[in-house]
């Protein structure tokens, strides 16, 4: 069964690991299938400015291993729109605030992208800016995650039009938390409860292997 | 940034806006009437994607589209050959028709259906491919005769064409909303239904009356009901309980 486990500073000792796994991922998912050449290091792991003690990462756990991920980032600080995207927002100044975070780096690993995997990470995302009393979370999209997003009952406004980036349309957008969209997701989740682990550190595994992507 | 892409947000942003409050087929059929025809589109087509066991027109959403052709492409069953729906599927970008690759040399469908679309006044046509969660595959396909179709105008129509479709999807397969009652509550209402009273009820499921109460009292609140009487009334209207 699949857990969304939360990661900020102050829990990121007990889950070195996990982390590291998250990173070689990343680098694995953006660089080595999307070729996103820019984030490309050698020693094989995505780490950027905005890994730092200020974001949050919510990671798909299965038997001990990641299966996917996002960070959340506050937009009270320089994240990723204001920095890199602010051109994809147009008509309007870049969406910040305390209740508004910044969604980034989204994946799941290549053999769980048939099932409900994105589903339950998507309801652990909304239960965990609710709880966290978070009202929006702005992020830059491919756009075919629109409907997929909207299928799964969220709330998505546009910030700009589409524009090409490393040859995709991408959007910037914002989406909208609510209980509404909680419950939406999470039954087509298949979830009758939270899916979301708040732990000081990753749960023991004495047969934790690594994992290896298909 | 030019101030006609700027013009063109402001109508791409106005347009989700007002389809955020269209309640039917039709309202959404003439509000893509009146905007999409900013870029010259005379007709469009939303659709489910056909599996090989079935039937396109079982899975059309909704239409403005010529009926002589409609007509000649469902009974000819035009969409196992089409490059437009072909393509459709193995993208998740959108695409011009015309980018749509077929070969007219061996591929005689392929070309009788261009031409029999051009033929029906849509020389043009762009489409967009939905690919969704639980494999939901659709497109929104649009045409006419001379598109206005550039850099500017192309991001604007991408955008309001996915939330087009994504109203329509809303409005057309609307998700059954989730029971507000605990399985608790609805019991409780079930026998209220029955004739029975809360003291009744609670000998039946083992429970004190007040536990019963408690439960008709929390069905009253979720359903905006006055009494029991009412909120058996309401449970049974919207099928939240059956007897």
Known sequence: MTSIHVITDENKAGYEA????CFRLRHEVFVGERGWRDLERPDGRDVDAYDNDQATYLVALDDGRVIGGLRLYPTLLPHMISESFAHLVKGRDVLSGSTILECTRYFIV??????????????AFQQFCLEEGVTEVTAVVEMWWLPRWQQAGFKVRPLGLPTMIE????????????????????????????????ATAAPALADRVPHVAA | MSG?????????????EESDSLASPQAIIDAMERSFAQFRFENFIMTGLPHPEQKIESLVLLKKWPLGWYERYTRNSYDRHDPVIRLCQRTVQPFEWSEAPFDPEIDSKGKEIMQGAADFGMRQGCCLPIHGLNGFE??????GADLDLTPQTKPAIHLMAMYAFERARLVLA???RPNPLTAREREALRWAALGKSAADTGEILGVTERTITAHIGSACLKLSAANKTHAVARALQHRLIEI
């Open chain 1, 18 to 21: 996990i982390l590291d796994d």
């Open chain 1, 110 to 123: 290549r053999e769980r992208r048939m099932g409900r995997t994105d589903c339950r990470l998507l309801a």
């Open chain 1, 167 to 198: 040859g995709q349309h991408c959007i910037a957008a914002a989406i909208q938390i609510s209980e509404d969209s909680l419950r939406h997701v999470s039954r087509l989740a298949g979830l009758r409860g939270s899916c979301l682990v708040r």
């Open chain 2, 4 to 16: 006609r892409s700027l013009d063109h947000t402001v109508q791409v942003f106005e347009f989700i």
């Open chain 2, 138 to 143: 659709a497109c929104l396909s649009m045409g």
């Open chain 2, 174 to 176: 609307p998700s059954p």
